[in-house]
């Protein structure tokens, strides 16, 4: 297993492009998540799914869109870059299966925005 | 709304002793992780706390729970160089589409000096 990946691992933006963070796993988890990293702030939830087709937003939505066509896949769009998404960006998945409640984490993405 | 808290939010700590890193929750939540984060990289899972009174340790460190006073502790014992890192709690909870949403702390950054 490959667990979850990320791609890529470093990006840099202009103000004003758009890109899409690539994420995968194959674990056949049902429950995806993103979340973006800030120095001093933690972790924050920008938008998760908890099926293929099933998407809904977290704290930090603005600026991102996602979808969920298969189990697979969960990629984040950033429509419109502006400074203030420069961040990590970790992807995320799970399952509701078993007593584990385990979450797994991506290797994450740096994107920089100017 | 579900906001987590952790103190202290830097600690410097000699080799060899014994410290406390707190994470208070707000509101009732079913799922509470600990994880380890080393700069430039993803996060590593420590422990998941799943019931009132759960304690788990895993070599210099041990984590506890106490879902009434909404609080979770990560304790070291005799610390060594190997443990500086971050350290990040998460809380969340299992039921239905929240199972795919943490809310974490902001971090704590432990030095271990010699």
């Known amino acids: 297993n490959a667990g979850v990946t990320q791609t890529p691992k470093f990006q840099v933006l202009k103000t004003g492009q758009s890109m899409t963070l690539q994420c995968a796993q194959d674990?056949?988890?049902?429950?995806m998540s993103w979340y973006r990293q800030d120095p001093g702030m933690g972790l924050r939830l920008i938008h998760y799914?908890?099926?293929?087709?099933?998407?809904d937003q977290g704290e930090v939505p603005n600026g991102y869109n996602v979808s969920r066509s298969t189990t697979e896949d969960f990629p984040l769009r950033l429509l419109s870059a502006a400074p203030s998404q420069t961040s990590v960006y970790f992807c995320?998945?799970?399952?509701?299966?078993?007593?584990?409640?385990?979450?797994?984490f991506g290797p994450g993405t740096r994107l920089t925005v100017t | 709304e579900l906001k987590v808290e952790q103190n202290p939010l830097f600690l410097s700590m000699q080799e060899g002793k014994n410290y406390t890193i707190y994470c208070n929750y707000s509101t009732t939540s079913d799922r509470l992780y600990w994880y380890r984060q080393d700069p430039g990289k993803s996060l590593e899972s420590l422990f998941v706390l799943l019931s009132n009174g759960a304690v788990k340790q895993e070599g210099r460190l041990m984590a506890s729970l106490d879902t009434k006073a909404r609080l979770s502790t990560l304790h070291i014992t005799a610390a060594v160089h190997d443990l500086s890192a971050t350290y990040f709690c998460a809380a969340g909870n299992a039921g239905g589409t929240s199972y795919g949403k943490l809310t974490f702390g902001q971090g704590t950054i432990l030095t271990v000096h010699p």
């Open positions: 674990m056949n988890h049902e429950y």
């Open positions: 995320a998945s799970s399952y509701s299966l078993g007593t584990t409640y385990e979450q797994y």
């Open positions: 799914s908890v099926g293929a087709g099933i998407t």
